[in-house]
C-alpha cells in the first residue's frame, strides 16, 4: 500500500506536468479508478469515455481500460496523444472480429446496414454504418428498424440477440463472445434467487440469452449502477464485471451487493467474472507510459476518417 501511495503521488505529479487526464472504465481496478476520479479524469462506460476524451481539454490522455477504447479516444481527439499503460489489453469481441472476414461478411449482405459495437477494431468501425456501445444499442437498432432497414450485427451475439428480440428489428449477427459474460450461469443465478428472495438481477446483455431472460434491468456498466439507484431493492445479483462493484457500492453504500455466480449450480463465485485484459491496468505500467510516452494508440488516417464517421454519428444520436 505504501508502494501504491507512492506510484499515485507520482503519477499526480506527472498528470499536472504533462496536462494529462486518465480515462478509466468501471472494470478496472479500484485503485485505477479512484485515481481517475481525484485527479478530474473519467470513470465510466464506454459510451461517456468517448464523450469525456473528446470534450477534455487535455493534451494527452491516458485510457485505462482496452484497447478498442483507446483506438477511438484517437478517433475521435486525433489532435490529442492518446497513451494506454498497456498495449497488451484487448477484448475477447475484438479478437473474434478479424477485419478481412468481417469485410467478407459484410460483402455477402450488402443490403443490410452494417451496426457495430464499439468493442471492435478501427478496421472493422471504418467498415461500419453505425458504431454502437451497449448504453444506446437499443435506441439506434430500434431507430434503424423504424425506418424499415434490415441490420448486420457484429460482433458480440448475445448482444446482438438481445436488440434484436426487444426492438423486433431483422438482425444478422456476427458469431462473437465477451468470455467474462459468457460464463455467468442461469441456474446460479436461480439458486441465488433463493437464498436472495428480494433481490433484483441486474445484468450486461453480453452475457447468454438465459441470463438476460432472468433480470429485473438488463443494461450497461452505467445503467447497472443507475439502476442500482434508483430501484426499492436492498440487494442485488450482478451479471457483469466485479469491477463494477467500487463505483457502485460508493453509490448505494447501504445496499447488498452480490456478483452473479459464474459456475454451475448453486456455485458463488468471488473471484471470476473479471476481465484479464481490463486488469493489466496497474500503477505501475500507467505511470510509465505517462512518464516515457509508452504504448501510444496510433490509427492510420484513411481508416481513421472512415471510421470517426459512424462514432460521430454515435455522439450526434445520443446528443
Ligand atoms: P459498457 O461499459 O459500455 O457497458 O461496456 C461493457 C464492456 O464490456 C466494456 O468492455
Ligand atoms: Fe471485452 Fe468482455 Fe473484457 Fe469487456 S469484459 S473488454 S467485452 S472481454
Same mark, same amino acid.
Given at each position: 500500500a505504501e508502494q501504491d501511495q507512492l506510484l499515485v503521488g507520482q503519477i499526480k505529479k506527472l498528470l499536472k506536468e504533462k496536462n494529462a487526464a486518465i480515462v478509466a472504465h468501471y472494470y478496472t481496478s479500484p485503485i485505477i479508478q479512484a485515481l481517475a476520479e481525484e485527479t478530474g479524469g473519467c470513470v465510466s462506460d464506454s459510451l461517456e469515455m468517448a464523450r469525456? +476524451?473528446?470534450?477534455? &481539454? &487535455? !493534451? #494527452?490522455? /491516458? *485510457? @485505462? %481500460? *482496452?484497447?478498442?477504447? %483507446? !483506438? #477511438? @479516444?484517437?478517433i475521435l481527439s486525433p489532435e490529442k496523444r492518446i497513451l494506454m499503460p498497456t498495449l497488451e489489453a484487448t477484448c475477447s469481441l475484438d479478437i473474434g472480429c478479424p477485419i478481412d472476414q468481417f469485410n467478407d461478411f459484410c460483402d455477402q449482405h450488402p443490403d443490410r446496414t452494417v451496426v457495430v459495437y464499439a468493442n471492435t477494431s478501427a478496421a472493422v468501425k471504418a467498415r461500419a454504418d453505425w458504431v454502437v456501445t451497449s448504453s444506446i444499442a437499443l435506441e439506434v437498432v430500434d431507430h434503424l428498424d423504424s425506418l424499415g432497414e434490415k441490420i448486420l450485427w457484429a460482433p458480440d451475439k448475445h448482444l446482438g440477440g438481445y436488440v434484436q428480440k426487444q426492438t423486433g428489428a431483422d438482425v444478422l449477427c456476427w458469431d462473437g463472445s465477451c468470455i467474462v459474460h459468457e460464463e455467468f450461469k442461469a441456474q446460479g443465478i436461480v439458486d441465488l434467487k433463493q437464498v436472495y428472495p428480494d433481490a433484483a438481477v441486474l445484468v450486461h446483455p453480453e452475457s447468454p440469452a438465459s441470463v438476460v431472460e432472468l433480470a429485473d434491468m438488463a443494461g450497461s456498466t452505467s445503467q447497472i449502477i443507475r439502476a442500482a439507484k434508483e430501484m426499492p431493492n436492498q440487494q442485488f445479483i450482478v451479471a457483469t464485471d466485479q469491477g463494477i462493484f467500487y463505483k457502485m457500492q460508493q453509490e *448505494?453504500?447501504?445496499?447488498?451487493? /452480490? *456478483? &452473479?455466480? #459464474? &459456475? %454451475?449450480? +448453486? @456455485? #458463488?463465485?468471488?473471484?471470476? @467474472?473479471?476481465?484479464?485484459?481490463?486488469g493489466m491496468n496497474e500503477l505501475q505500467n500507467l505511470l510509465q507510459s505517462l512518464e516515457f510516452g509508452l504504448n501510444e494508440i496510433q490509427v492510420d488516417e484513411t481508416l481513421r476518417v472512415a471510421a470517426m464517421k459512424p462514432l460521430q454519428r454515435m455522439l450526434d444520436f445520443n446528443a
Open positions: 469525456f +476524451g473528446k470534450n477534455h &481539454a &487535455a !493534451e #494527452t490522455l /491516458i *485510457v @485505462a %481500460g *482496452v484497447k478498442f477504447m %483507446g !483506438e #477511438t @479516444a484517437k *448505494v453504500p447501504d445496499k447488498e451487493l /452480490i *456478483v &452473479a455466480p #459464474t &459456475a %454451475g449450480s +448453486g @456455485a #458463488t463465485c468471488r473471484s471470476c @467474472a473479471s476481465c484479464p485484459w481490463m
